[in-house]
């Protein structure tokens, strides 16, 4: 498994002490331009209790291997500012829950807009973990804000290993969300009852199946039903039922296969949301699952993102029409330039507000290809003269054989298509007859 090396550098350890909470930053981009130690906000959390407790929660997330749990690296979760909320992320070590917390509505100065790392280290966690009552809690997001100093003033730095199937699944968890419906709505103390009903055990299956105004538990799939797969990876929404007001579920649309399939969790808090988003199953991370790809494939595809990544300003919301009109692209093309954009960390997915908002993970970009073996794979074919297109179908000659390819339903006679069928996205011979079949139409016109 490939992988890069991520360090953070912080000016100083972040820190909660006497009602203030100093979030210290490592690198990053800010509207103002690449920053060593961004500054982005100070202000109020006026309910400092469930945003302390959030927090946590999404530390956690950024510190847990669901599958096969062992110790680990961390990654320091990432906050975006875009002017009017915060939005904290991480994603699990074993790559197959991503969360978020969006702070609504903020109280203070936003200094700057941009995306940073924060550190959130073991006294901070155990600071956090004591916030409670309903005082407010001033929040400071860059260096200047911290309350506490190292007495020398050294550096915080941290190296921790970035592997290209845990950067994947960073980009994969939005586009997959992107294709989700909203398929349930529990008040409060329904929320309540429903998640404290889930079984205890972190590996159980369980399909969440809309009855009335109610969710209950079945075994297997059911009408309009959403798959849990692995109900231990939703335990950091447990701390967080104390200050529920709503719980929305979230999954592929109605009538898509009823098997396993990744869904997504909301918590509706007093001025904020947590989301989780958890892969099909406890094995299988979001970077398998190949939704990116045909996007990707489209030969207009990175030049676009190039022109729609000009136009991103760090907007709470992404709006498709407006990018389309600015840049003169179709809105089909901007959707992929998104795709693209995704891949390389620059926009994310707000399930409630059904569209898309900019931030910027820190990876290169230039890793996208590297990324996605399969649409390396793919391209190699092509140029190599491997595609012979007849009509709506292909023959792509391969080492181990010539495999037979519907283009337009993506079957294929390879093994990977057999295994999944296309849930996990085409296999490199479907992408290789695309992509010549695209060049093919082009040369035409």
């Given at each position: 498994?490939?992988?890069?090396?991520?360090?953070?550098?912080?000016?100083?350890?972040?820190?909660?002490?006497?009602?203030?909470?100093?979030?210290?930053?490592?690198?990053?981009?800010?509207?103002?331009?690449?920053?060593?130690?961004?500054?982005f906000?100070?202000?109020?959390?006026?309910?400092?209790?469930?945003?302390?407790?959030?927090l946590?929660?999404?530390?956690?997330v950024?510190?847990?291997?669901?599958?096969?749990?062992r110790?680990?690296?961390?990654?320091?979760?990432?906050?975006?500012?875009?002017?009017d909320r915060?939005?904290?992320?991480?994603?699990?070590a074993?790559?197959?829950?991503?969360?978020?917390?969006?702070?609504?509505a903020?109280?203070?100065?936003?200094?700057?807009?941009g995306?940073?790392?924060?550190?959130?280290?073991?006294?901070?966690?155990?600071?956090?973990?004591?916030?409670?009552?309903?005082?407010?809690?001033?929040?400071?997001v860059?260096?200047d804000?911290?309350?506490?100093t190292?007495?020398?003033?050294?550096?915080?730095?941290?190296?921790?290993?970035?592997?290209?199937?845990?950067?994947?699944?960073?980009?994969?968890?939005?586009?997959?969300?992107?294709?989700?419906?909203?398929?349930?709505?529990?008040?409060?103390?329904?929320?309540v009852?429903?998640l404290?009903?889930?079984?205890?055990?972190?590996?159980?299956?369980?399909?969440?199946?809309?009855?009335?105004?109610?969710?209950?538990?079945?075994?297997?799939?059911?009408r309009?039903?959403?798959?849990?797969?692995?109900?231990?990876?939703?335990?950091?929404?447990?701390?967080?039922?104390?200050?529920?007001?709503?719980?929305r579920?979230?999954?592929?649309?109605?009538?898509?296969?009823?098997?396993?399939?990744?869904?997504?969790?909301?918590l509706?808090?007093?001025?904020?949301?947590?989301t989780?988003?958890v892969?099909p199953?406890?094995?299988?991370?979001?970077?398998?699952?190949?939704?990116?790809?045909?996007?990707?494939?489209?030969?207009?595809?990175?030049?676009?993102?190039?022109?729609?990544?000009?136009?991103?300003?760090?907007?709470?919301?992404?709006?498709?029409?407006?990018?389309?009109?600015?840049?003169?692209?179709?809105?089909?093309r901007?959707?992929?330039?998104?795709?693209?954009?995704?891949?390389?960390?620059?926009v994310g997915?707000?399930?409630?507000?059904?569209?898309?908002?900019?931030?910027?993970?820190?990876?290169?970009?230039?890793?996208?290809?590297?990324?996605?073996?399969?649409?390396?794979?793919?391209?190699?074919?092509?140029?190599?003269?491997?595609?012979?297109l007849?009509?709506?179908?292909?023959?792509?000659?391969?080492?181990g054989?010539?495999?037979?390819?519907?283009?337009?339903?993506?079957?294929?006679?390879?093994?990977?298509?057999?295994d999944?069928?296309?849930?996990?996205?085409?296999?490199?011979?479907?992408?290789?007859?695309?992509?010549?079949?695209?060049?093919?139409?082009?040369?035409?016109?």
């Amino acid at each position: 498994m490939t992988q890069a090396v991520q360090a953070y550098s912080y000016a100083g350890p972040s820190v909660l002490a006497d009602g203030r909470l100093g979030l210290s930053t490592s690198g990053g981009t800010a509207l103002s331009g690449p920053q060593t130690h961004p500054r982005f906000f100070s202000g109020l959390l006026t309910q400092a209790a469930p945003a302390a407790a959030g927090l946590l929660a999404v530390a956690d997330v950024a510190m847990a291997r669901y599958h096969q749990p062992r110790p680990g690296w961390t990654r320091d979760p990432v906050v975006t500012c875009d002017g009017d909320r915060l939005r904290f992320e991480s994603f699990s070590a074993c790559g197959g829950v991503y969360a978020r917390l969006d702070v609504l509505a903020l109280d203070g100065d936003v200094l700057d807009r941009g995306t940073t790392n924060v550190d959130v280290n073991g006294p901070l966690r155990e600071s956090l973990a004591r916030v409670g009552g309903r005082d407010p809690l001033h929040l400071g997001v860059g260096p200047d804000e911290l309350t506490v100093t190292t007495l020398d003033g050294a550096v915080v730095e941290k190296k921790v290993p970035l592997p290209s199937r845990w950067l994947r699944g960073f980009a994969e968890v939005q586009v997959i969300a992107a294709g989700f419906d909203l398929r349930a709505e529990l008040k409060g103390p329904q929320a309540v009852r429903f998640l404290r009903s889930l079984p205890r055990k972190a590996s159980a299956t369980v399909w969440a199946v809309p009855a009335g105004g109610d969710l209950r538990l079945a075994a297997g799939p059911g009408r309009g039903s959403v798959c849990l797969s692995g109900a231990g990876r939703v335990a950091t929404l447990m701390p967080l039922l104390r200050f529920a007001k709503a719980l929305r579920v979230y999954g592929p649309p109605a009538g898509a296969d009823a098997g396993h399939q990744a869904s997504a969790w909301e918590l509706e808090l007093p001025g904020m949301r947590y989301t989780l988003a958890v892969s099909p199953q406890p094995w299988r991370g979001f970077s398998g699952e190949g939704a990116v790809l045909d996007d990707l494939a489209t030969d207009e595809a990175a030049g676009d993102a190039d022109v729609i990544g000009m136009l991103l300003n760090f907007e709470p919301a992404v709006e498709i029409g407006l990018l389309a009109d600015r840049s003169g692209l179709p809105a089909a093309r901007v959707r992929a330039a998104l795709t693209q954009l995704g891949t390389a960390g620059r926009v994310g997915y707000d399930l409630y507000e059904a569209g898309h908002f900019h931030r910027e993970l820190p990876y290169d970009r230039d890793q996208v290809a590297q990324l996605n073996p399969r649409l390396t794979a793919a391209r190699a074919l092509v140029e190599a003269g491997a595609v012979t297109l007849d009509g709506d179908h292909a023959r792509v000659t391969t080492s181990g054989g010539t495999r037979q390819v519907g283009i337009a339903d993506g079957s294929c006679t390879c093994e990977w298509w057999f295994d999944h069928r296309g849930s996990r996205g085409p296999c490199k011979h479907v992408l290789a007859a695309r992509i010549a079949s695209r060049h093919t139409a082009d040369a035409l016109l």
